[in-house]
């Protein structure tokens, strides 16, 4: 069974900067690429970032393209998400989630994409 656990989330001022974490079990972790998503209020859940299994591909959504920067260490089953230059509309519970598959063509960017969810973590930008 996959569990994914989120941290990393606070209160944090606009222009400051926050690391998400996630931590994953699984003896697979390593074979499948992973995904940030986050969700505001009265929004639907939106994709932020991907990375490969292998960490050497990556993709953004264009709101946070320059600003943010995911990672991942697989001896370590953890993913991360770099948050910079943060912006109220930045606001949301942040998601990491895993693809379902090990290889993508076209990186994943819709939620029916990934398979298993973390329970979130909160960040809120201040203005």
């Known amino acids: 069974q996959v569990q994914l656990v989120e941290s990393g989330g606070g209160l944090v001022q606009a222009g400051g900067s926050l690391r998400l974490s996630c931590a994953a079990t699984?003896?697979?972790?390593?074979?499948?690429?992973m995904g940030w998503f986050r969700q505001a209020p009265g929004l639907e859940r939106e994709f932020v970032a991907y990375?490969?299994?292998?960490?050497?591909?990556?993709a953004y959504a264009d709101s946070v393209k320059g600003r943010f920067t995911i990672s991942r260490d697989n001896a370590k089953n953890m993913v991360y998400l770099q948050m910079s230059s943060l912006k109220p509309e930045d606001t949301a519970v942040y998601y990491c989630?895993?693809?379902?598959?090990?290889?993508?063509?076209?990186?994943?960017?819709?939620?029916?994409?990934?398979?298993?969810w973390g329970q979130g973590t909160q960040v809120t930008v201040s203005s």
């Open positions: 990375i490969s299994r292998s960490g050497t591909s990556t």
């Open positions: 989630a895993r693809g379902r598959q090990p290889f993508y063509t076209v990186p994943p960017s819709t939620t029916d994409e990934y398979d298993y």
């Open positions: 699984g003896r697979t972790f390593y074979d499948y690429a």
